[in-house]
């Protein structure tokens, strides 16, 4: 098992059983306790889990509840999909991201990488791509502060979103479908996204499978406006033949 892979299991073990010892990891991932206890503090500083005497427990610190139970939900599909979206990208380029669990999983993984310019309404994006170093340069667009998802949103992000043009917008979204394409559950989310993507030459959207064939109340695009389609799972026959007749690549993530 390679480090990375190694690492998103630990997450998955210490957000499922909300606590875990050094030993206790040590024994079910078969490394050392003293190769746990690095991971462990690599992963406390990207927020992951939170490091305590002898282990780790479940984070606190990362916004509400919700989020939180978010940033849990199909961690290794979220983690598998920030890693092959990472790729599509190259220095020099300007991106747009939008607050998510799994951006913010994108975000770890681009942090790594140099020269990026970075467009936010995420406070923790925001953190994690600064924290990085690496020649990045962060935005933080300002507006009504959400704590819940660690975010700002209203007619004053859109505002500012309008002064910037980039390469690309990389968003998540709450749902997406052949009629509708895709869609969020909240309308101030989905008008950052839509501000974002009208500001973009590209657009790419990463989604888990349980995003297909969902049905939310706010639409963000159309399938015609997707250029790179990033997912976890096969996409539904309707909604692969749409994308690609619009010219769209789906980029499948494969799990460890």
């Not at 961690?75 to 998510?100: H, N, S, V, W």
């Not at 936010?120 to 994690?128: L, P």
């Not at 998540?172 to 993507?197: C, F, H, K, P, S």
């Not at 297909?212 to 996409?235: H, M, Q, W």
Request: aromatic share 4%.
């Amino acid at each position: 098992m390679n480090i990375r892979d190694r690492q998103a299991r630990l997450v998955e073990i210490v957000w499922k059983e909300e606590k875990a010892t050094v030993e206790m990891l040590a024994e079910r991932l078969g490394a050392s306790r003293e190769t746990i206890r690095r991971d462990l503090t690599r992963l406390a500083q990207q927020g992951k889990i939170q490091k305590v005497h002898g282990g780790a427990v479940k984070p606190t610190a990362l916004g509400e509840p919700e989020f939180q139970q978010r940033l849990s939900e199909n961690a290794p599909a979220k983690m598998a999909i920030a890693k092959t979206a990472a790729a599509l990208f190259r220095p020099g380029e300007a991106l747009f991201i939008d607050t998510g669990s799994t951006t913010l999983f994108f975000a770890e993984e681009i942090a790594r990488r140099g020269g990026l310019t970075i467009i936010t309404n995420s406070t923790e994006i925001a953190r994690v791509i600064d924290r990085a170093g690496n020649g990045h340069r962060v935005f933080l667009l300002g507006g009504e502060y959400r704590a819940g998802n660690s975010q700002t949103v209203g007619t004053m992000v859109a505002e500012q979103i309008r002064a910037f043009r980039a390469h690309h917008a990389v968003l998540t979204v709450g749902a997406l479908d052949r009629r509708t394409g895709a869609m969020d559950y909240n309308i101030e989310e989905a008008q950052v996204a839509r501000a974002m993507i009208a500001q973009s030459e590209k657009l790419t959207i990463l989604a888990d499978h349980s995003k297909f064939g969902a049905l939310a109340s706010f639409e963000v695009c159309p399938l015609a406006r997707i250029d790179n389609l990033v997912c976890d799972g096969p996409v539904p026959q309707d909604i692969r033949e749409a994308l690609e007749a619009g010219g769209a690549a789906c980029h499948r993530a494969v799990l460890s």
